[in-house]
């Protein structure tokens, strides 16, 4: 249903383009936001997840074998003291 009231359709047309402003701003903020998060995240020098994990085993992995020989050290050093 068309109107033929002018004003109408101009304030029509207004909502329009004020709802395509509005959609237009809020994906350039969104850019924007992300691109400086970004930036902000890597600025900071995160570890990946993987490499996180992958350091995580080897501490885990050195600190058992560090566990046996501090236990193997401790038996051979009762076995040599009378």
């Not at 101009?10 to 709802?19: M, Q, V």
């Not at 600025?43 to 995580?56: L, S, T």
């Amino acid at each position: 249903m068309q109107s033929d009231n002018p004003f109408l359709d101009g304030l029509a047309k207004l909502f329009t383009d004020a709802t395509g402003a509005a959609q237009g701003a809020r994906s350039e903020f969104e850019s924007f936001l992300k691109h400086h998060l970004e930036k902000l995240i890597a600025d900071m020098n995160f570890v990946p997840r993987d490499e996180f994990e992958a350091v995580k085993a080897m501490a885990a992995k050195a600190r058992e074998e560090n566990e046996q020989l501090a236990a193997r050290i401790e038996a051979l050093e009762r076995r040599t003291t009378p």
